[in-house]
């Protein structure tokens, strides 16, 4: 006589997954702009400045993609949300319940990385970044972090997914001139830190536009390369932070 085998768990509850997502963001904005303020209490030398921040966040990408992806799809990024949404692969009530999650969680966990540092809880950044190179730069970064997801995804891979997301995002850091933001919603919550990770506010519109219009070109390159293939599920990223980046 065999023991039953386990029941699968049941889904989580749309509340859940959605307070999911908004943890998951926190987490993922507070070590990278706390990653960013320690770097510069650690060193003046801005290469290893940037090198630190880029470590930490590629360490939280995957653990944070690995714990929750089967929770919640670890999507963590709007511009991962809106593209599973584009390919009815998330429905529009759980898509406009998740970015406001996403982006709530983001601001949280910048407050929470000001104040671990002794910061006010909301500092607006001064850091301009928006030029033509860095808006350039962020269609890239977020057109090939989106392009990863999606294509093994497509392929049935979604276990190569969280190692995959980290080490692009650990490649973009250094190969992108913006120092691949990718994420609207980290790009929001990076408004709320004036620290070496922050962006101003005038700078967020025209990243955030960049961001949307680098996910449309991975929606149209993942098609083309892989017309045929079914998603598995959506399990996705980033910090993205944009996901991911963060």
């Known amino acids: 006589m065999t023991a039953a085998a386990d029941p699968a768990p049941a889904p989580l509850s749309l509340g859940r997954r959605a307070l999911v997502e908004g943890l998951g963001a ?33 360490f939280a990408l995957f653990v ?23 390919l009815r692969r998330t429905g529009p009530v759980d898509a406009a319940v998740y970015i406001p999650a996403q982006v709530a969680g983001c601001l949280a966990g910048a407050a929470l990385a000001n104040l671990m540092f002794g910061l006010p809880v909301v500092a607006i950044s001064t850091t301009d970044r928006a030029e033509p190179a860095t808006l350039l730069a962020e269609v890239v970064a977020t057109a090939g972090l989106i392009a990863v997801i999606l294509l093994l995804a497509r392929q049935g891979r979604d276990a190569l997914i969280a190692p995959a997301v980290a080490a692009y995002i650990g490649a973009a850091y250094f190969f992108t001139s913006s120092t691949s933001f990718a994420n609207p919603a980290i790009t929001i919550g990076r408004i709320a ?30 098609l083309a390369l892989a017309p045929r293939a079914a998603m598995a599920r959506a399990t996705t990223a980033a910090p993205p932070a944009e996901a991911a980046r963060a």
Do not use: C, E, Y
């Open 26 to 58: 926190a987490t993922l904005a507070a070590v990278v702009i706390g990653s960013g303020v320690m770097a510069t209490r650690l060193s003046d030398d801005v290469g290893v400045q940037l090198l630190m921040n880029a470590i930490a966040t590629v």
């Open 64 to 86: 944070l993609i690995a714990a929750l992806g089967g929770l919640s799809g670890a999507h963590l990024n709007p511009a991962v949300t809106l593209v599973m949404l584009a």
């Open 193 to 222: 830190s004036d620290t070496f990770a922050g962006i101003a506010p005038a700078s967020a519109g025209p990243f955030i536009v960049a961001q949307l219009v680098g996910a449309a070109i991975a929606v149209g390159v993942a």
